[in-house]
């Protein structure tokens, strides 16, 4: 199948993006990333866009594709294709550093928060450890009506974290605050797009209740 | 003067390197085409090997156990400590098992052999008629983050790091490599870059790179096809008792298991697709593993193309293992220049430690190699 890739293209020292078309020949089962990776190798090498583990666990290729956001890698060209035409855009509330690239400083600067508990404990036969289900792609950001015109909230994603890595009901001070969970405009985006089920919103909510019940205290 | 040493190659043989010569007080700067991560390392199936799956030669076995356990000291946050069970579905993988067991112990890496009861009580969804299992000390990891907290290290120690900067040429002059011609993608510039010493790890790569400085490597980029599963089957890693093969191996990490994995090799590690007949094999195969697997949504499809060692031509290569090998480009005309190629994601630091000896030796740096001991700072200081 021929479909029609529109890239959202920036550079820096560009004055303003601009959108580039590539046609590119492929099954409707290939993932987007897998297209756009094509038309890099064999028609466009600056065309640039995060990517690493291509099945949907390491958050790298967040991506607005056809206006929603989605792991590029875990997302069939065909579909989401409309007329054979997919628009590819970078994730909003970050700030684009090459094409579909965008900074994620934002959030990975309040890992700090979320410290030291980035393995979860489960119960189970014996004690077991895995890594958050968050695969910490930012889709969450990019979805929220507030951190996309609030740049000091925290975000979704940090604050789940931060949650379910406390300790003795205790969490980070500054989640009981403007900048924590009581700037969300309970929009539930954030849970709606994220693309493994993390539920950010659900957790905000759980906190919220946790501080006027006080249940949940902070440190 | 501070010596530069310029590394090629974002994944993670590259960023192990330009941590540990960082770590020795070196100049480094580190060049990527692409985003961090995007060629073979972070498109591994993530298991970090306990070095079981590799007991036919003890001492690449033993070598896998080895960096397993420095790697989980120096960087705990960053793997499932759930370990790895080896079970056999059939009589020949029964045959193996004495075998298997007499090789670990070779090793020194610890295992036990538990009942099919108990391997069932700890991981219900394996193959109930499974003949033995064998309990491993395998874990499994986000490729992307592994490497990332090894560059956050690399740049804490002041290495430079450009992803999406393309070296498209060499300058070499005078039997030396002079400066690598970059382009730069974020602000579609080309500029040149000099440094006293180049690595080439690009591993599948690495011919391709090679050859822009008319030098070869003699790398055989090898893809490899997994199949993802929407969907955890279990916590440890599964995997088949019997030689690597086809399909014998599901890795788990966060809520995906993923099937292992096939091998072939090609000229150009830029065009590879996964054969439909790869993905109909492994998906037999780990329905032998684990029968739920076939009942989850194949998430997706996908290639890494792993950089085996060649035949390496006489004088041009030292091998300082089993696994890996060091080409040193002197002969061909490039006295500062050196690939390294083979090894595995779980060993990689320990390429890089070797390859730092010898870039160090070359340039009269007597610093040691301290990634053994040294805590890796976490993934996302990459980004503050």
């Not at chain 1, 897998?34 to 967040?62: M, R, Y």
């Not at chain 2, 993802?228 to 440890?236: I, K, M, N």
């Amino acid at each position: 199948m021929r479909y029609r890739l529109v890239v959202r293209r920036y550079k820096q020292g560009w004055r303003e993006a601009e959108y580039r078309a590539y046609e590119v020949d492929v099954d409707p089962d290939t993932s987007v990333l897998d297209a756009l990776e094509k038309v890099s190798l064999e028609q466009d090498p600056t065309l640039t866009f995060e990517h690493a583990c291509h099945h949907g666990v390491c958050g790298a290729c967040g991506m607005v594709i056809n206006g929603v956001e989605r792991l590029a890698c875990v997302t069939r060209i065909g579909e989401v294709a409309r007329g054979g035409v997919v628009v590819v855009e970078p994730l909003r509330g970050f700030r684009v550093v090459s094409d579909l690239a965008v900074d994620k400083s934002r959030m990975f600067s309040q890992y700090a928060l979320v410290e030291p508990g980035t393995l979860e404990r489960v119960d189970g036969v014996v004690e077991l450890e895995k890594l958050f289900d968050c695969v910490e792609c930012g889709v969450c950001y990019s979805a929220c009506p507030i951190a996309n015109t609030f740049p000091e909230y925290l975000g979704p994603s940090v604050i789940a974290l931060a949650y379910r890595s406390s300790k003795d009901g205790k969490v980070p001070a500054v989640l009981d605050s403007r900048r924590g969970v009581w700037a969300c405009h309970a929009a539930f985006e954030c849970s709606v797009r994220c693309p493994v089920g993390f539920k950010p919103g659900e957790t905000i909510m759980k906190v919220r209740r946790g501080f006027l019940s006080g249940k949940l205290g902070v440190r | 003067m501070t010596k530069k040493v310029v590394v090629i190659g974002g994944g993670v043989t590259g960023a192990a390197l330009a941590y540990d010569l960082a770590l020795r007080g070196l100049r480094v700067t580190l060049l990527e085409r692409g985003s961090i991560g995007s060629g073979t390392s972070g498109r591994t199936h993530g298991l970090l090997h306990s070095g079981c799956r590799y007991v036919a030669d003890v001492e690449v076995a033993r070598e896998c156990y080895s960096e397993n356990v420095v790697l989980r000291r120096i960087a705990p946050f960053l793997f499932e400590k759930n370990g790895g069970i080896f079970v056999a579905v059939d009589e020949s993988d029964l045959e193996y098992k004495d075998f298997f067991l007499k090789k670990c112990e070779e090793a020194g890496i610890p295992v036990k052999e538990v009942s099919r009861e108990e391997a069932l009580k700890l991981e219900p969804n394996l193959n109930p008629d499974l003949k033995a299992a064998v309990l491993v000390p395998d874990g499994t990891f986000d490729p992307l983050k592994v490497i990332l907290s090894f560059l956050a290290s690399a740049k804490q120690r002041g290495a430079d790091i450009r992803p999406y900067n393309e070296v498209v040429g060499f300058r070499v002059e005078g039997g030396e490599v002079k400066a690598v011609k970059v382009r730069d993608k974020v602000s579609l510039r080309e500029y040149e870059l000099e440094a006293d010493f180049f690595v080439n790890a690009t591993g599948a790569w690495a011919k391709k790179v090679a050859r822009l400085a008319g030098l070869d490597v003699p790398v055989k980029p090898s893809p490899g096809v997994m199949v993802a599963l929407d969907g955890r089957v279990g916590f440890r890693v599964f995997n088949r008792l019997n030689k690597p093969g086809d399909g014998d191996i599901i890795v788990h990490h966060r809520g995906t298991s993923v099937i292992g994995t096939t091998s072939w090799v090609v000229e150009d590690p830029d065009k590879v697709e996964a054969p439909r007949e790869h993905v109909e094999l492994l998906l037999r195969r780990g329905r032998e593993l684990a029968p739920v697997t076939s009942k989850l949504r194949v998430k997706a499809v996908y290639v890494s193309s792993r950089p085996l060692v060649g035949s390496l031509p006489a004088g041009t290569g030292r091998e300082v293992s089993r696994s890996f090998a060091i080409i040193d480009h002197s002969r061909e005309g490039a006295g500062n220049m050196a690939s390294v190629i083979g090894g595995k994601f779980t060993t990689a630091r320990l390429m890089a430690e070797k390859t730092g000896d010898f870039v160090a030796e070359r340039l009269g740096v007597s610093t040691p190699s301290r990634t053994a001991e040294t805590p890796l700072a976490p993934y996302w200081a990459y980004f503050t």
